[in-house]
């Protein structure tokens, strides 16, 4: 079709990656959360639906051994990956150059646990990346917050965890996660993944998440969030009570509530980040 980039026709397959690993002598962890994709065709499906073009210098936390960072490459300005195994950070720039020379120059690889980033340079537009299951959400929510100049992006996530980042209030499995990136962005599901396309194969589903940035509300960060872990620590309680200690006392609570416009007999769960961030302010 005409306008589209042609596939890339150097990405890794599943016998690549098993040589790549046993090269290394690496057994995949659970404790990092290492399950590599082996299906090039997934890796060309996340390229395309995180709409990555050649003006993004793109951020990816746990490249691996390199799957989605090829795809990545073959499209972007430039990549950012951040990996905090030393053995998978040493081997990845020989790998680009092995399968892609043309594209190494592109390539920067930083050792660094991503829960610890507080910059990237050069400054990214856009974060795509294949998340460890045990740490998606700090780090996305890290990311959102010390990265400002991050426009969109795409993440792979446990299923489970797609559906808690994607869900409008009032939904049961809205929560913490789902306010708190909806302060950043405008958060989509965007796909499901089987497990068939990664080694090892994990136990569960993956899915898909799509961001917006959108301006955040005028509230303080700190102070809002400090009212959704409050409200959501005692979830099934009416927030008259979930938030007695927050505000000092259950009438405290109350008097703050009504001044927000806010039912105290209401639970967080029906709650916006909006309301989130007028409780917070009164």
Not at 62 to 86: F, M, N, R
Not at 167 to 194: E, H, L, N, Q
């Amino acid at each position: 079709m005409a306008g589209l980039r042609p596939v890339p026709l150097n990405l890794l397959t599943a016998p690549d990656i098993r040589r790549l690993a046993a090269g290394l002598e690496l057994r995949p962890t659970k404790q990092l959360g290492q399950n590599f994709v082996i299906d090039p065709n997934t890796v060309r499906r996340l390229v395309r639906t995180a709409g990555v073009g050649p003006d993004d210098v793109v951020v990816e936390v746990g490249p691996g051994l390199g799957s989605l960072t090829l795809g990545l490459l073959e499209v972007a300005k430039h990549v950012v990956a951040i990996e905090i195994d030393a053995r998978l950070a040493g081997l990845l720039p020989s790998t680009v150059a092995e399968q892609a020379p043309e594209l190494s120059h592109k390539l920067d690889v930083v050792l660094q646990d991503a829960l610890l980033l507080d910059t990237v340079t050069p400054a990214p537009t856009a974060f795509v990346a294949n998340l460890p299951y045990n740490v998606a959400v700090p780090v996305l929510l890290r990311l959102l917050e010390k990265l400002p100049t991050l426009e969109r992006g795409l993440v792979m996530v446990q299923a489970e965890v797609a559906d808690r980042l994607a869900a409008p209030p009032g939904s049961k499995t809205y929560g913490i996660p789902s306010v708190k990136a909806a302060w950043y962005a405008d958060v989509s599901k965007a796909g499901a993944i089987g497990r068939q396309v990664f080694w090892p194969a994990p136990n569960v589903d993956s899915g898909l998440v799509a961001f917006t940035r959108r301006e955040p509300p005028a509230a303080d960060r700190e102070k809002t969030f400090e009212v959704i872990d409050a409200a959501f620590a005692q979830r099934r309680k009416t927030l008259r009570a979930a938030l007695a200690g927050w505000a000092g006392s259950a009438p405290a609570a109350e008097e703050r509530l009504r001044a927000a416009g806010i039912d105290p007999t209401a639970r967080g769960e029906v709650l916006g980040v909006e309301d989130f961030a007028r409780l917070a302010a009164t």
